[in-house]
C-alpha cells in the first residue's frame, strides 16, 4: 500500500470537515446543493481537477463544480489572468476594454440575428431581465410604449409584482 493510500481517511467527512460543516450549517439558509449536503465535506483548495478538503483528503472532482470549473482548479494561466484583471477591476457595470471585446465576439459566433447579449451575476437577476425583455416586446408589438426598465429599489421587482393582488 502507497503512503498516498495509507493517508487516506476512509471514514468521511474527517472531524475537521464535519466540525466546519456543522459550524457554517448553524448560519446557512436551505438550498445548498444535495452532493454538499450528502459529503458534509469542507474544501480547502483545488488543484487541476483534484479537491483537497481540511483534513487532507484528496478527491477527483467528477462535477466540476457543476461545469463551472470545468478547467480545473489553480490552473497557472488562469490564476495569472484573474490577478491582472482583479487588480484593475472585477465587478462593475461599466463597459470595458474586455468585456467590449467578449460582446462583440459573442455577436460574431452566435448564429443569424442574435448579436446582443447581456452578464448577470445570478440567475435570478437573468430571469428578471428576461422578464423585462418580454414585457418590453409585449408592449412594444402592442403600439404601447415599452415598459421596460430597471428594477427600482432591488434586484428583485419580478418577485414583488408577482405577489401583488389583481392586475
Do not use: W
Not at 483534513?55 to 482548479?73: E, H, K
Request: some cysteine; aromatic content about 6%; hydrophobic content about 40%.
Amino acid at each position: 500500500m502507497t503512503d498516498t493510500l495509507r493517508r487516506t481517511q476512509l471514514s468521511l467527512p474527517g472531524p475537521r470537515s464535519k466540525a466546519l460543516f456543522d459550524a457554517e450549517a448553524m448560519y446557512l439558509a436551505p438550498g445548498t446543493q444535495s452532493v454538499a449536503l450528502f459529503s458534509q465535506l469542507s474544501i480547502d483548495r483545488g488543484e487541476g481537477a483534484l479537491l483537497y478538503d481540511v483534513d487532507g483528503n484528496r478527491y477527483v472532482d467528477l462535477l466540476a463544480g457543476v461545469g463551472v470549473a470545468s478547467i480545473g482548479y489553480a490552473h497557472p494561466k488562469y490564476v495569472a489572468a484573474m490577478q491582472r484583471q482583479i487588480a484593475r477591476v472585477h465587478v462593475g457595470s461599466f463597459t470595458t476594454e474586455h468585456r467590449a471585446a467578449l460582446v462583440k465576439l459573442i455577436a460574431e459566433l452566435t448564429p443569424g440575428d442574435l448579436n446582443r447579449s447581456q452578464f448577470y451575476s445570478s440567475g435570478a437577476e437573468a430571469i428578471e431581465a428576461a422578464l423585462r425583455l418580454a414585457k418590453s416586446r409585449k408592449s412594444s408589438a402592442s403600439g404601447a410604449a415599452s415598459t421596460a426598465r430597471p428594477a427600482a429599489s432591488c434586484r428583485c421587482s419580478a418577485r414583488a409584482s408577482s405577489m401583488r393582488s389583481g392586475p
